[in-house]
């Protein structure tokens, strides 16, 4: 399922450019190329991007997203999105340097 995130430096944080942008990006999946499987994957600690992520229409999806160490991320899917299943479990990758 494709995902849509959102990461602001800190002096651009609050002023709405999270929603406004995000918004035409998923317009642009959802009207222009008939997604409807769309979720929003929430850094841990982030406590604005939730509210963004409402905003935008997506719901909290139950349990969210395990990763195989344990750690939970707060996932949100748009209703229409098909669901995830309860047992997935995924794993981390390393980042490119």
Do not use: H
Not at 43 to 62: D, I, T
């Amino acid at each position: 399922m494709p995902d849509q995130n959102w990461i602001l430096l800190p002096d651009y944080w609050g002023m709405g450019y999270a929603t406004e942008a995000s918004n035409a990006v998923l317009r642009y999946f959802c009207d222009g190329l008939g997604l409807r499987d769309m979720m929003a994957v929430i850094a841990p600690g982030n406590l604005k991007s939730p509210a963004v992520a409402k905003r935008l229409g997506y719901v909290p999806v139950e349990g969210g997203m395990q990763y195989e160490d344990g750690v939970i991320i707060p996932v949100f899917a748009l209703p229409t999105a098909m669901s995830l299943p309860k047992d997935l479990v995924f794993r981390r990758f390393d980042r490119l340097e």
